[in-house]
Every structure is written in C-alpha cells, then in structure tokens.
C-alpha cells in the first residue's frame, strides 16, 4: 500500500510483507526494518520522515525516493539495501540520500546492495543529492558490503554500471571497498569495483 506517515512517531518493520511509501512522511522517530521490504517511492521530501535509519539482518531498504534524515541523523545498513522496485519484482530505479554533512550511509559486517544491471549501462544505483560541501564521505563501512548483481538483457558484460553516485559534482568519497561481489559469472569474467571521479562503478573483465 502507498502511504505517507505523519506525526512523533517511530516506524519498525517486523513482517514479511510488503511496505511502499509514495508520499512524504514527517515523523522523526527513526525506521527500523527487522524483517520484509520497505520501499521509498516519495517524489518529494522524506520517504523514511527525519529521524536515524536501520536496516537489519533480514529487512530490505528499496524504492526509487528519498531517503533525508535531518541534522545528525544518518542510515546503518545490517541487512538489504535494494535501489529500485526490484525487491518487490519491479523495475530498476534510483534510491537517493540526502545526508546531512558529517553523517553518512554505514554498511556493517553482512550487508548487502541488491543491484539489477540491464545490458545497454541501465541500473539500480545509489545517489546522494547532497550539497553540504566538498570532500564530504558519505559512505562507510569499507569492506563490509557485498554486491548482490542480476544481470540482464543483451550483453550486460559489456557494460560500466554507477553503484554510487554523487550527483553534486565537488563532492568526493573517499576509497570504500567491497567484501565480495556475487550474482555474475565468475567462471568467464572479474567483477572490478571501483572509484570513477566522485562516482563508484561496477564493470567486468574476461
């Protein structure tokens, strides 16, 4: 179901199910996911209200929204984080932070990012719409997360996919690292993971 959350709240998620959010939810008592997918599909605002973010082990972050937790707020990521609708069996899309400077989106020891590459360069991707100024790191955790990949469509080995991506061009991130990248042929090609001016990528080698 597509619904916005209002007031002093505090969200959890412990179900198997389901949850969009389509609107702009203003509640500040943080999202704790421990079970099921919760999908951000807000157009404006916050998907996930003000307040911190938690993703744990077994619970699903997805959707093409914002994500836009407010002063030193940020998002922790034990579980799944799934850019685009493809946890729900949609399409790919863009799920995108607005972090404010000094906070940042944590991967812990387990996490994954589920990704849909679709042959022609088309794919789920991170982006952080921050302009809180340049040099900021949005991302930590190095060497925690591992790439869960679903290749498609016509050679999508030929491909460069942006895993992360700073759309504010003075941003820079940093070195981060992955733990493994799983999903692709390993027996006929390398995965490579790696930083592209303010942009992390994902290609493949034979």
């Given at each position: 179901?597509?619904?916005a959350?209002?007031?002093l709240t ?6 198997g ?13 943080g999202?704790?996911?421990?079970g099921?997918?919760?999908?951000v ?6 998907g996930?209200g ?6 744990n ?12 937790p407010t002063?030193?707020?940020s ?5 799944n984080?799934?850019?685009g609708d493809?946890?729900s069996g949609g ?20 996490a994954?990012?589920?990704l ?8 789920d991707?991170?982006?952080f ?15 925690n ?9 016509t050679?999508?080995?030929?491909q460069t996919?942006?895993?992360f991506?700073?759309?504010i ?5 940093g070195?981060?690292?992955?733990a ?9 090609y390398?995965?490579?993971f790696?930083q ?11």
């Amino acid at each position: 179901t597509g619904v916005a959350i209002h007031g002093l709240t505090q969200v959890e998620v412990t179900s198997g199910t389901t949850t969009v959010i389509s609107n702009d939810s203003s509640y500040t008592g943080g999202t704790t996911i421990n079970g099921g997918t919760f999908l951000v599909d807000n157009t404006i605002g916050s998907g996930t209200g003000t307040g911190n973010v938690l993703v744990n082990a077994g619970g699903t972050l997805g959707g093409k929204g914002t994500i836009a937790p407010t002063g030193t707020n940020s998002v922790t990521v034990s579980g799944n984080l799934s850019p685009g609708d493809t946890a729900s069996g949609g399409t790919t899309g863009t799920l995108k932070f607005n972090l404010s400077s000094g906070t940042h989106l944590t991967f812990n020891s387990g996490a994954t990012l589920t990704l849909n590459l679709v042959g022609g360069g088309t794919s789920d991707e991170v982006n952080f719409t921050s302009a809180a100024g340049t040099g900021n790191e949005w991302l930590a955790g190095a060497g925690n997360l591992t790439l869960v990949l679903d290749l498609s469509g016509t050679d999508p080995y030929a491909q460069t996919y942006d895993v992360f991506n700073n759309a504010i061009g003075n941003l820079t991130t940093g070195q981060f690292t992955v733990a493994d990248i799983t999903g692709y042929d390993s027996s006929a090609y390398t995965a490579v993971f790696d930083q592209s001016g303010n942009n992390y990528d994902v290609s493949f080698s034979p």
